[in-house]
């Protein structure tokens, strides 16, 4: 066998983690948290390119900006489905080498694209569907990392992975309208576009968006095939894997995940657009970048809390914070009679990033730990070690498919500011449909994983 596929692995053996698993897992983890991060950057880039596409002489309505700044999310949570069961079947060297390298598709597209103002609208959907290949890099990411390490340290591992990934798009939001300022690549990169604003002269080089990720993406591209491992004992089949539909947690968790990271990737989605509109005399994307930036950083605090604390009592708790957060945007968003306050606006936001990051660490810990519990009830005369072995494998696979689900928030919220604004002329009706989902979330926690005699603690 290759030396890059390991044929030995147990890392519940304290002695073979010390001496070889670790370095191991460790390697594997920083390549594949600048991998992740770029898949995040790429996934989520139409909500900076939408917001200035109309300056450059692009005439699409409102709404049909919010499609495009929804559909990455919609197209990237579906291929989270498939990229759940990805990792077994391929190894996670390979694929993320493979998932990593696809990001050139959408970024160089849309480099080309806008620069030309008679790009189709159809062209632009397609641009923005291919976008969902970085959003489906998380399923198999999560899930290849899940492999690395032992139950104790998974909350901490999963944090650091997925939140500094999640800074992918924090990142993006403030890089993204940096470069767009300069002829980044020179002749190679394509002329400004042009245009007058209140008499005003200037120049933008939005392609920028889309190249300023191509060469990061062939360096991780290159890390990854040379850098990275397959486990031998994490094969396993699409039917193995299947498993995971039978489970009621499964499809439980995928529900309490849908309300962090839906909400993390879906007001990522949408905040710039949302902040537009509500408040036309503030620049969006100087802001835009600090939610997700605050929710990112906070995810691995989160894991780290987790950790130590329990994932269904963090998860609990803050659940009910988001519902206090949501309340306080509610306070200072305009309203009739009522003098809006951005600040009060943007600091009850960023309490809702920084929660969500920490909720997504936390349901991520709680869903290994369901899996070892189901499977050491049902020990049917196996061994500890067929017993871990058994447990990653689906645990993985049910942690792949909960950021599927999960990631349709990324559809529905931005949509659904768009939706309840359309109709009503403002976002309540959606933010207050948020606050009934997160209170159905608090009730599940309690009920089933923290409360005392829960049928599944963690």
């Known amino acids: 066998m290759s030396s890059r596929v390991i044929t030995e692995w147990n890392p519940e053996d304290k002695d073979f983690w010390e001496k070889t698993g670790k370095s191991i897992a460790t390697r594997n983890l920083w390549i594949s948290i600048p ?196 486990i031998a004992s994490a094969k396993a089949s699409f039917s193995d894997q299947a498993v995971i539909f039978k489970r009621k947690h499964n499809w439980l968790m995928c529900w309490l995940y849908l309300g962090t990271f839906g909400s993390f990737i879906g007001f990522s989605a949408g905040f710039a657009l949302l902040t537009k509109k509500l408040f036309p005399g503030v620049d969006p994307t100087a802001y835009a970048f600090l939610g997700p930036f605050v929710g990112a950083v906070a995810r691995p605090i989160g894991g780290w809390v987790a950790d130590k604390l329990g994932g269904a009592r963090v998860t609990f708790w803050t659940f009910i914070c988001m519902v206090l957060a949501v309340i306080g945007v509610l306070a200072f968003i305009p309203q009739s009679g009522q003098v809006a306050n951005f600040q009060g606006f943007l600091i009850m936001f960023l309490l809702l990033f920084m929660l969500t990051g920490i909720g997504n660490a936390s349901t991520f810990r709680m869903i290994p730990v369901i899996y070892m519990t189901e499977h050491q009830r049902a020990a049917a005369g196996r061994s500890d070690t067929q017993i871990n072995v058994d447990a990653a494998k689906e645990a993985a696979a049910a942690l792949g498919f909960a950021g599927a689900l999960g990631a349709y928030g990324g559809f529905f919220i931005p949509k659904s500011f768009g939706t309840s604004i359309a109709a009503t002329g403002s976002p309540n009706a959606a933010l207050y449909g948020f606050i009934i989902f997160y209170l159905s979330c608090i009730i599940m926690t309690w009920w089933y994983y923290s409360r005392k005699n829960a049928e599944m603690p963690c």
């Not at 959907?125 to 104790?152: D, E, H, Q, T, V």
């Not at 889309?210 to 290159?222: E, H, K, L, R, S």
């Open 35 to 230: 991998a992740l991060l770029l898949a995040f950057s790429v996934w989520m880039v139409w909500s900076m390119v939408v917001v200035k596409l109309p300056d450059i002489g692009f005439k699409f309505s409102p709404n049909q900006l919010f499609w495009l700044a929804a559909l990455p999310a919609l197209s990237g949570s579906t291929l989270r489905i498939f990229y759940s069961f990805m990792v077994p079947i391929f190894g996670g060297r390979k694929w993320t080498a493979l998932s990593t390298a696809s990001l050139l598709v959408p970024a160089i597209g849309i480099g080309f694209a806008v620069q030309d103002p008679a790009t189709s609208y159809t062209t632009m959907l397609i641009l923005a569907l291919l976008c969902g290949f970085g959003g489906g890099n998380f399923s198999s990411s999560m899930s290849n990392i899940s492999f690395f390490y032992p139950k104790a340290q998974k909350g901490t591992a999963l944090g650091l992975n997925a939140g500094l990934g999640n800074l992918g798009v924090s990142v993006m939001q403030f890089l993204v309208p940096l470069v767009i300022t300069m002829g980044l690549f020179g002749a190679l990169g394509g002329e400004p576009q042009v245009w007058v604003k209140a008499g005003v002269t200037k120049q933008m080089w939005l392609q920028n968006a889309g190249f300023v990720w191509v060469p990061f993406i062939v360096a991780a591209t290159i890390a990854a095939w040379f850098g990275m491992n397959d």
